[in-house]
């Protein structure tokens, strides 16, 4: 329904975007509002923001929104914009809530026509992951999912001198992404990112697993572009009353028979947001970290170490494509996020002018980076439990 003959004016105007979560003292919705907005390119003009509807409201006024596109209810949201002429409803709908409703407003809104900018985990568990890549496929429309670690240029960088050899054959990554912030159990207080992400019914199978372990999983993807082939995971809650895991600690097999350690944990004093991932092969090896993350080091044995800046003109395409300042002004979370927006609508697009979106533009995370992430969760939960430990991954 969206696409059409407006081709000229696509190319020329702000994408309309609606906001699903991300009412009052929500986390990351806040953080999609700023990194959608920091190119010019697109206008937020519509929302359900909070499960209050009197909160939604709120946030809705905060946001200069006309009350008439502020929404009590998801379904609501999806009539009415429905129903509004082409030049007036939103293009696109950003996904904000916990994660058990991601399915059920993806679904809505990709089976009305829309594109969809979704958070992670993609969903609750593996059988919702496939039933959204089948509505993907069918209604046709661009998904996007928000694993904003890929959007780091020294990140594509990364990617790129491993696929162009620089590291030679890869034999063995190591992928860390410790918290601290879970060490007590805050969920107990209220606090409102603890409460539903220590909850089964609202966070899914994994804990810590599926809030960050699934964004090493997938940056770990990403860079080398290798699969787990099995894996051996031992899933802890240090926390006492805590149903879900707090800290992980998984090997893993690749389908090149590289080795992989990924660790994640929300227990681990000390640390913030230690996300860093260290690629070692037979001619080279990667080492980045996202509390860093302007600088990229290569190694070559017997060498000096080689470190590759954000900003300088002997990146890659996509890396430059990534960056909007000179180096040494450093750019961080937020621009990392906004490359993600940035590719995605860019996609979006170029599908509502009927072209096809370049190489470039189709760089960000897709349904079936969602659907690993959920196989991966479902297989490390299933190793944890069982005494053979090894678990070919789910296919
Ligand atoms: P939060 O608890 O801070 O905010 C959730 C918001 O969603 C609240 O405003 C709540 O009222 C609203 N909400 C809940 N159900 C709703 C519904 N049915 N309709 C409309 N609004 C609804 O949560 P958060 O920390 O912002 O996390 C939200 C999502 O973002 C989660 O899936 C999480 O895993 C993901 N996340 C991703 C990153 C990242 O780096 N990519 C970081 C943090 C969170």
């Known amino acids: 329904m969206i696409e059409g003959s407006k081709t000229e004016s696509i190319m020329n105007r702000k994408l309309r975007m609606g906001m699903v979560g991300g009412g009052p003292g929500a986390f990351i919705g806040e ?33 200069n929104l006309n009350p008439d596109r502020v929404y009590d209810t998801f379904q609501d949201m999806v009539e009415k914009e429905k129903a509004l002429s082409e030049n007036e409803r939103i293009d696109f709908v950003s996904i904000t809530t916990p994660n058990n409703w991601h399915f059920p407003i993806a679904k809505a809104f990709l089976e009305a026509g829309f594109h969809v900018i979704c958070e992670k985990p993609m969903t609750m568990d593996v059988k919702e992951a496939r039933a959204l890549k089948e509505i993907v496929k069918k209604t046709g429309r661009v998904f996007s999912l928000q694993h904003n670690y890929t959007g780091y240029p020294m990140v594509k960088q990364a990617r790129d001198m491993v696929k ?139 060498k000096p170490v080689q470190i590759y800046r954000r900003g300088n003109d002997y990146l890659c395409d996509a890396a430059k494509r990534a960056t909007r300042i000179p180096p040494g002004h450093p750019e961080a979370f937020l621009e990392a996020f906004s490359n993600i927006y940035k590719n995605a609508t860019d996609t979006m697009r170029a599908k509502i002018a009927g072209k096809e979106p370049s190489e470039l533009e189709l760089d960000f995370p897709t349904v079936d980076d969602g659907l690993e992430g959920m196989l991966f969760i479902e297989t490390a939960v299933a190793s944890s439990k069982s005494d053979k430990k090894w678990t070919k991954m789910l296919k």
């Not at 907005?37 to 909070?50: N, P, S, T, Y």
């Not at 080398?224 to 097999?253: K, M, Q, W, Y």
């Open 164 to 302: 162009n050899g620089m590291l030679g054959k890869v034999q063995k990554i190591v992928v860390e992404y410790p918290q601290d912030w879970l060490l007590t159990r805050i969920e107990a207080t209220g606090q409102m990112q603890a409460a539903w992400r220590t909850d089964p019914k609202q966070a899914g199978a994994g804990g810590c697993l599926g809030d960050i372990g699934t964004h090493a999983e997938n940056l770990a993807h990403y860079i080398t572009g290798l699969e787990i082939e099995e894996l051996c995971a031992d899933l802890t809650s240090f926390v006492e009353g805590r149903p879900l895991d707090d800290d992980v600690n998984i090997l893993l097999h690749y389908n090149n028979g590289a080795r992989g350690v990924l660790h994640s944990s929300q227990i681990s004093t000390g640390q913030e947001n230690n996300l860093n991932i260290r690629v070692w092969g037979t001619e080279g090896a990667l080492q980045w970290f996202q509390e860093n993350p302007n600088y990229l080091y290569y190694f070559q044995q017997g």
């Open 31 to 63: 953080v999609h509002r700023k990194a959608a907005r920091m190119d010019g390119m697109i206008e937020l003009v519509a929302g359900a923001f909070d499960i209050d509807p009197q909160k939604s409201r709120e946030m809705g006024h905060q946001q």
